[in-house]
């Protein structure tokens, strides 16, 4: 149990246009997810806090505005780098937060590579 | 500011061997400790986890040790194989692992046939 997806698992796209990424819980619900932005060979760097049916958390200086992050359902949680450019290439990994609270844990997704040319 | 600090950067041992595997805190507010296992191009995946109202944890092959006075915890991997080599994250939050994760900077282990 506690599956978490992400998809897709890597993306290639011009400089300007934008890119969603879905992650989903699939086996349980998730009223807290959570986006990270790993570099290569570095840490995880918590970029917001995604509650369903409210606003993002964005952690300071992230901007808000480049990464919207959708929380539509407690199964998935979207995040849209809009006007994407060659320095947003990174690894974006999700996690998720069973809402039942037998599990007090975050279950990470895969992640997905994004490669903006 | 990097709130949790680890050390080494990297890792090399024999097969066999027990790598260990440091991290330190400031925040005194920390009270959940886990460890990540990440494979290349994988996400994080939860290892072993400690509260601070026990100085050791074991499971299988996998040992924390936690030294609340000098806020320090670490990763001890006895017996290690090959299967071991990764990038182990060490981690700190308040309350509990559902909430905002502080990693520190990642060791990349090499296990050596």
């Known amino acids: 149990g506690a599956v978490v997806s992400q998809h897709p698992s890597r993306v290639i796209c011009k400089s300007g246009t934008s890119v969603k990424i879905e992650c989903r819980s699939l086996?349980?619900?998730?009223?807290?997810m959570f986006w990270y932005r790993q570099f290569p060979k570095k840490s995880l760097m918590l970029m917001a806090t995604?509650?369903?049916?409210?606003?993002?958390?964005?952690e300071q200086g992230v901007e808000k505005d480049k990464f919207l992050i959708n929380h539509a359902s407690l199964t998935l949680s979207t995040l849209t780098v809009t006007s994407a450019h060659p320095e947003d290439s990174s690894f974006y990994i999700c996690?998720?937060?069973?809402?039942?609270?037998?599990?007090?844990?975050?279950?990470f997704g895969p992640g997905t590579r994004l490669t903006v040319l | 500011q990097q709130q949790v600090k680890q050390s080494p950067q990297s890792l090399i041992v024999q097969k066999g061997g027990i790598p260990i595997i440091n991290c330190a805190y400031e925040?005194?507010?920390?009270?959940?400790f886990p460890w990540y296992q990440q494979f290349p191009g994988k996400g994080p995946a939860l290892l072993i986890a400690?509260?601070?109202?026990?100085s050791e944890k074991k499971e299988g092959r996998f040992t924390i040790s936690f030294n609340k006075s000098a806020k320090q915890f670490s990763l001890h991997i006895m017996d290690s194989q090959p299967g071991d080599s990764a990038t182990y994250f060490c981690?700190?939050?308040?309350?509990?692992?559902?909430?905002?994760?502080?990693f520190g900077t990642g060791t990349r282990l090499t296990v050596i046939p």
């Open positions: 996690s998720a937060n069973p809402t039942s609270g037998r599990f007090h844990e975050q279950f």
């Open positions: 086996d349980f619900q998730a009223t807290t």
């Open positions: 981690a700190a939050s308040i309350g509990t692992g559902a909430n905002n994760l502080f």
């Open positions: 995604s509650n369903e049916g409210s606003k993002a958390t964005y």
């Open positions: 400690i509260r601070p109202d026990v």
């Open positions: 925040n005194t507010a920390f009270d959940y």
